[in-house]
């Protein structure tokens, strides 16, 4: 089989589910990351042929695709704040605006200059992005991530080797549960927001491949993690401590209220490149 021929036809089948571009752009993107050819070599190099022990598995790939899974699925990897951090079915798949509450947290902490190592807490820390990228990114940081989800934990665990964050299995919502971890300079999260009734917005392939616990909440209580967010600073964070949580767009006010009612100081929603109220930020 001729890459160019695999790429002719996995594009076709792929436009009944993907515009054009974004159909091309992921057949390129399992060529690239499994046969390690660039996404010209198909035109200038046009009878560059698929290995012939690589063709089952590029062909299963595709299948994959083809059912509308995630490509980051498929590939088991995807690219967060400049690393390459492993992802698989029961883990969510980490956002590119999630970066914005990494690079307000190392700017946060780095602020701070503490003259000891700086304790952060990441809410709700599925695959370990947000936790990992501090850990690697803020010298000497003191990482704690906790999520429900043992399948995600075993993920956040697996990333990198060294400069680990420490992983742990708590139920958030469980704000009066023993805690013998804190005080923190940080706490971080990005806690499921998506309200039942905005699944009907969301793609197919997100609703039928992402674990449903890590993005939705009922209808009847959207910010029941803020809550318990909120009640978590009021437990564990230090006085000059720090707050970063990411929120729904369409809750911001209600969100930053939260905060404020908590008795929360400096409560402040930031914006993402989108002009989508994406972050808040408070302080204790
Ligand atoms: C929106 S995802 C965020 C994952 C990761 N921090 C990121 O930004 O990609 C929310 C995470 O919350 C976890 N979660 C859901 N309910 C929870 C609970 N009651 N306690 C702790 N974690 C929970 C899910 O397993 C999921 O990993």
């Known amino acids: 089989m001729l890459l160019a021929d695999f790429i002719r036809n996995g594009i076709a089948r792929l436009e009944p589910l993907y515009p054009s571009p974004e159909a091309r752009g992921l057949v390129l993107m399992l060529c690239e990351e499994r046969l390690g050819v ?13 290995p012939a022990d690589r063709e089952a598995d590029l062909l299963q790939d595709l299948e994959r695709l083809c059912q509308g899974e995630p490509i980051q699925y498929v590939l088991g990897v995807t690219e967060f704040c400049g690393r ?8 969510l798949i980490p956002r590119p605006e999630t970066e914005l509450l990494v690079a307000e947290g190392v700017r946060t902490l780095q602020e701070m200059d503490l003259p000891r190592a700086p304790r952060v807490l990441d809410l709700c820390t599925g695959s370990g992005c947000i936790a990992w990228s501090i850990a690697l990114d ?12 043992e399948t995600a934990l075993d993920y956040a665990r697996s990333q990198f080797n060294a400069g680990a964050p420490v992983f742990l299995q708590a139920n958030v919502l469980d704000t009066e549960q023993d805690f013998p971890y804190g005080p923190f300079d940080l706490i971080i ?8 009734s905005e699944r009907a917005q969301m793609r ?7 674990p449903e616990m890590a ?13 318990a967010v909120a009640r978590w600073a009021q437990r564990v964070l230090r006085s000059d401590g720090v707050g970063i ?3 729904n767009e369409a809750l911001g006010p209600e969100t930053a209220a939260l905060f404020r009612s908590a008795g929360l100081n400096n409560v402040q929603i930031h914006r993402d490149f989108f002009e989508k109220e994406r972050f808040i930020r408070f302080t204790r």
Not at 84 to 91: C, D, E, S, T
């Open 215 to 227: 993005l939705f909440v009922p209808d009847d209580d959207p910010l029941r993690f803020y809550r």
């Open 204 to 210: 197919r392939n997100v609703l039928q491949y992402e």
């Open 84 to 91: 390459r951090f492993a992802v698989g079915p029961g883990v």
């Open 189 to 196: 999260s990005n806690p499921p927001y998506v309200r039942e």
């Open 245 to 247: 949580v990411e929120i």
């Open 138 to 149: 803020v010298r000497d940081a003191e990482v704690l991530g906790v999520d429900l989800s």
């Open 38 to 50: 660039r996404s010209y070599t198909h035109i200038i190099e046009p009878q560059t042929p698929v």
